[in-house]
């Protein structure tokens, strides 16, 4: 069975400065997407950003970008500039191409801005 | 384009109490999620509906839990009776159809249940 991680329960940055949040997934397919999703304190789950397995390009979105290393089985995510609004529970997901289009979820991490 | 909508947002119940959750997806969204997400944990996923089938509710403790979708729109989902176990935030989720690129689940703020 799939299975993700996110190591770190929590991180904290400087306001302005970049961070990473870690994960990793075990899975023997070759063929999934990865997510990261952001839930910030009472306010609805958004996706941040998604990437397929079979596309080397790592994806990005605006101060959000991603390290997609596929042998490796780790999907981190950056956020560059960090800002006030960045403060929020951010959770990594696993779909498998055919599973009915049903996450596989991380624990999380709390990222916590520093002003 | 509203989001997707859920009540009560907070409920408060003695145990062994019943409870009923409200969800409203998006418009012309076909997928329906429940999820419970336990404090410091990601959500789980409780039943999956198709327009107003079920698609998966294998984690679904059906002795207590239950949860329809009549007419393919609106969702309730019930717990009777609580336990202590249940505190937890339920997410409502929606998403439009088939597709790699339709695959974004839209989520609601969830209702906070918690047991007594």
């Known amino acids: 069975a799939q299975t993700v991680t996110q190591s770190q329960p929590e991180m904290s940055v400087q306001e302005a400065e970049t961070v990473t949040l870690s994960c990793t997934y075990d899975?023997?397919?070759?063929?999934?997407?990865l997510f990261w999703y952001k839930q910030p304190p009472s306010r609805q789950m958004i996706l941040v950003i998604r990437q397929e397995a079979y596309k080397q390009q790592n994806a990005t979105e605006n101060r959000f970008s991603v390290n997609f290393q596929k042998a490796a089985k780790s999907f981190s995510l950056k956020i560059s500039d960090s800002q006030l609004g960045d403060a929020a529970m951010y959770f990594c997901a696993y779909r498998r191409w055919d599973s009915n289009y049903q996450l596989i979820w991380g624990a999380g991490t709390k990222l916590i801005i520093k002003p | 384009e509203a989001g997707v909508a859920q009540s009560p947002r907070y409920k408060i119940i003695e145990k062994r109490q019943s409870v009923a959750f409200w969800c409203n997806p998006i418009s012309g969204h076909a997928t329906l999620y429940w999820y419970q997400q336990i404090l410091g944990q990601g959500p789980k996923l409780l039943i999956q509906f198709q327009n107003n089938g079920v698609v998966d509710d294998s984690q679904l403790p059906k002795d207590r839990f239950s949860a329809e979708r009549l007419k393919g729109v609106d969702s309730t989902l019930k717990i009777q009776p609580a336990k202590l176990e249940d505190s937890a935030v339920y997410l409502c989720?929606?998403?439009?159809?088939?597709?790699?690129?339709?695959?974004?689940?839209?989520f609601g703020p969830g209702t906070r249940l918690t047991v007594l």
């Open positions: 989720a929606s998403r439009r159809g088939q597709g790699a690129l339709m695959d974004t689940q839209y």
């Open positions: 899975t023997s397919e070759s063929d999934y997407y």
